[in-house]
């Protein structure tokens, strides 16, 4: 068993959609922050999105209107629903789950956005 598997990755047309999901080991609990960053060849790796266990979401500017963030404790997944994809969202996707001083990542799923 490994802390967080992402999958639902692959190859879509712009303006398409994807849905992630990131599979978390009973490790982490739902009190836990989670959240998917992103990193594209050469680019900084960047926070899309993040929920807290409260249920609070953050995005960043430029996913805002098109992805949504969610979670389901019962089930332990994290998800992220991308709609209108565009180029410049192609990137290694990574779920994150982090509390204090502990930190998980999975392996990554690529998304690629491309015609």
């Known amino acids: 068993q490994v802390p967080l598997v992402e999958s639902g990755g692959g190859l879509v047309q712009p303006g398409g959609s994807l849905r992630l999901s990131c599979a978390a080991s009973?490790?982490?609990?739902?009190?836990?922050?989670m959240g998917w960053y992103r990193q594209a060849p050469g680019k900084q790796r960047e926070l899309v999105a993040s929920?807290?266990?409260?249920?609070?979401?953050n995005y960043a500017d430029s996913v805002k209107g098109r992805f949504t963030i969610s979670r389901d404790n019962a089930k332990r997944r994290l998800y992220l629903q991308m709609n209108s994809l565009k180029p410049e969202d192609t990137a290694l996707y990574y779920c994150?789950?982090?509390?204090?001083?502990?930190?998980?990542w999975g392996q990554g799923t690529q998304v690629t956005v491309s015609s």
């Open positions: 994150n789950a982090k509390r204090a001083g502990t930190d998980f």
């Open positions: 009973g490790s982490i609990a739902s009190f836990y922050t």
């Open positions: 929920i807290a266990g409260s249920g609070n979401t």
